[in-house]
């Protein structure tokens, strides 16, 4: 029996980054979930397999059988997906599904991933924000979201992220995943930017992403003449004009490059996934990281 209201707008969960640009990434996930179209889903976390954690609402069951329950995948023939984004956001998970009718049924949970930070694209959004990047990092530990998605959910979210983004697969022996319930995955993909990685100036170091989306803007504002003429004067500024031509988006873009602020991404093309270029879904066997093994 239900006991509370789990929709995503009472959780205040319900923001899409991409309908309103300065509040990317959005709120992510806070605990273990499944997101069940406009709806947030406590998981109970336990030892062993995913599909074996237990759904709280509204019936107590087995997240595998609440998954066959909605005519879903269950969680072994599905692709964990490592979000470092908007893609962590329950919100902006299910308008990209949704608007494009299929169903936004998503296990999503919370891991610590070794090797990995987040850094901000070198290139603008066409929502208009500057979207975040992982970036290769061997001291780092980050807490990260992982989405285990269908072929279908799979190709939709490549849909949205490619020519920007290309796929990896982080293998577990080289990434350390790690679940909530101290089990470590054994491979998940990843998004990373093809336009490379913004530098700070003032370190020429990765600039960190995943904060205040309008801080952001300001500071490159602040740092560059060029990109105030074409985009500013304020944050506000930024997303409206960008967010309205793909001319500007790619003009400010250009502006990154010429400032010398972007980082090439290299690390991640020995872990390139090839199939996704072939954009073939049905064929591909889930990744061993869709069962944990243990720690």
């Known amino acids: 029996m ?3 209201d789990r929709s995503l707008e009472s959780l205040g969960l319900a923001g899409v980054p991409a309908r309103e640009p300065l509040t990317y990434p959005g709120r992510p996930i806070p605990a273990p979930s499944l997101l069940n179209g406009g709806e947030l889903l406590r998981l109970d976390v ?4 995913l599909g074996d954690w237990y759904v709280e609402e509204p019936v107590r069951r087995r997240l595998d059988e609440a998954l066959v329950d909605e005519g879903q995948a269950v969680t072994g023939r599905r692709h964990p997906v490592i979000a470092v984004g908007s893609n962590a956001s329950p919100g902006q998970v299910a308008y990209k599904l ?3 009718g299929i169903p936004a049924t998503v296990p999503m949970v919370p891991v610590r991933v070794r090797g990995i930070a987040v850094g901000c694209s070198g290139h603008i959004s066409p929502a208009g924000y500057v979207a975040g990047t992982p970036y290769v990092d061997r ?3 980050t807490p990260l979201v992982v989405t285990w998605l269908d072929a279908t959910q799979l190709k939709a979210v490549d849909d949205t992220e490619f020519p920007d983004y290309r796929r990896a697969i982080l293998p577990g022996d080289d990434f350390e995943m790690t679940m909530p319930s101290g089990e470590r995955l054994g491979g998940a993909y990843i998004y990373f930017s093809a336009h490379g990685v913004l530098a700070d100036p003032a370190t020429e170091r990765p600039r960190p992403g995943g904060g205040d989306q309008a801080e952001l803007l300001a500071a490159l504002l602040k740092d560059s003449p060029r990109l105030r003429e074409l985009l ?5 500024s930024w997303v409206a004009a960008a967010g309205s031509t793909s001319r500007l988006r790619e003009l400010g873009t250009r502006v990154f ?3 010398g602020w972007v980082l090439p991404q290299t690390d991640f093309l020995p872990y390139v996934d090839e199939s996704s270029r072939l954009r073939v879904y049905d064929e591909l066997p889930p990744l061993a990281g869709s069962l944990p093994s243990a720690p």
């Open 257 to 259: 490059g010429d400032e």
């Open 139 to 141: 001291e780092a530990e």
């Open 2 to 4: 239900r006991t509370e």
């Open 46 to 49: 336990r030892t062993g397999r």
């Open 232 to 236: 500013g004067p304020d944050p506000a």
């Open 98 to 100: 949704t608007r494009l």
